[in-house]
């Protein structure tokens, strides 16, 4: 059985090191990663069309974007974008074909409300667990059943994510950090304590709904790892 050597903040090479695996250039791809908090809630100005079948994705937001160079990355419902544009509580990015084509972001309309999160630095505390924002696939609400204070969810996991999902493990679902808390072929359920529906949008959502998710990193990379050193 493998360990899994302390790995702060991003998704670099992954390698064998005795019985460990650790990864390296933690550095070069820091400001890429993300942690599965939601910062703010951002509300979607306009979707307008782009240049060579891309769209131009303009959000308010109460977070400081005003100060963050051209080209930051800031997580839009799970999804890394490139700012282009920003003013004081305003920032543009674009969606490329491939963003259209696996992530919900094409479906936006002026006046939607979207989790926003700022990549993580070298040092900051990892409070949910390691994203990158490269969204994996689009699932589907199942079903939404509440119990008490809590909202259970049930849903449909799209085939690029389903080798990933392990009980008691992570999931981001529009870029939020969940714990699986039942995994059943091509469905998982988490369960939403009344924090996480106080700070994020999903007590919104109902049967048939559509969201993004990201594997857990790690798993994928250790899957990966595995699947290269199997022996024939």
Same mark, same amino acid.
């Given at each position: 059985?493998? #360990? !899994? &050597?302390?790995? /702060?903040?991003?998704?670099? +090479?992954?390698?064998?090191?005795?019985?460990?695996?650790?990864?390296?250039?933690?550095?070069?791809?820091?400001?890429?990663?993300?942690?599965?908090?939601?910062?703010?809630?951002?509300? *979607? %100005?306009?979707?307008?069309?782009? $240049?060579? @079948?891309?769209?131009?994705?303009?959000?308010?937001?109460?977070?400081?974007?005003?100060?963050? /160079?051209?080209?930051?990355?800031?997580? *839009?419902? #799970? &999804?890394?974008?490139?700012?282009?544009?920003?003013?004081?509580?305003?920032?543009?990015?674009?969606?490329?074909?491939?963003?259209? &084509?696996?992530?919900?972001? #094409?479906?936006?309309?002026?006046?939607?409300?979207?989790?926003?999160?700022?990549?993580?630095?070298?040092?900051?505390?990892?409070? #949910?667990?390691?994203?990158?924002?490269? =969204?994996?696939? =689009?699932? +589907?609400?199942? $079903?939404?059943?509440?119990?008490?204070?809590?909202?259970?969810?049930?849903?449909?996991?799209?085939?690029?994510?389903? /080798?990933? !999902? =392990? +009980?008691?493990? $992570?999931?981001?679902?529009?870029?939020? $950090?969940?714990?699986?808390?039942?995994? %059943?072929?091509?469905?998982?359920? *988490?369960? !939403?304590?009344?924090?996480?529906?106080?700070?994020?949008?999903?007590?919104? !959502?109902?049967? @048939?709904?559509?969201?993004?998710?990201?594997?857990?990193?790690?798993?994928?990379?250790?899957?990966?790892?595995?699947?290269?050193?199997? *022996? /024939?």
């Amino acid at each position: 059985m493998f #360990g !899994l &050597a302390a790995v /702060p903040h991003c998704c670099g +090479k992954i390698r064998a090191q005795g019985p460990h695996i650790t990864i390296r250039n933690l550095e070069d791809a820091s400001h890429k990663l993300f942690t599965g908090i939601v910062e703010a809630i951002g509300k *979607v %100005e306009s979707l307008r069309s782009g $240049s060579g @079948g891309a769209r131009r994705l303009a959000i308010a937001t109460d977070l400081d974007v005003a100060s963050l /160079p051209l080209g930051a990355s800031m997580a *839009v419902n #799970g &999804a890394c974008l490139t700012i282009v544009a920003r003013r004081a509580r305003r920032f543009e990015a674009d969606l490329g074909p491939e963003t259209l &084509a696996c992530t919900t972001l #094409g479906a936006l309309k002026s006046g939607d409300r979207v989790h926003l999160e700022r990549p993580l630095r070298l040092g900051d505390s990892l409070g #949910g667990h390691l994203v990158t924002g490269h =969204v994996d696939g =689009v699932g +589907k609400v199942e $079903s939404a059943r509440k119990q008490g204070d809590t909202l259970a969810l049930r849903l449909q996991v799209p085939e690029s994510v389903v /080798p990933f !999902l =392990v +009980k008691k493990g $992570s999931i981001a679902i529009d870029g939020v $950090s969940l714990t699986i808390n039942e995994v %059943e072929g091509h469905s998982v359920e *988490v369960w !939403l304590i009344p924090h996480t529906l106080s700070v994020t949008l999903l007590s919104g !959502l109902r049967t @048939g709904d559509c969201v993004n998710m990201e594997a857990d990193m790690i798993a994928k990379q250790v899957a990966r790892f595995v699947e290269k050193t199997r *022996v /024939p």
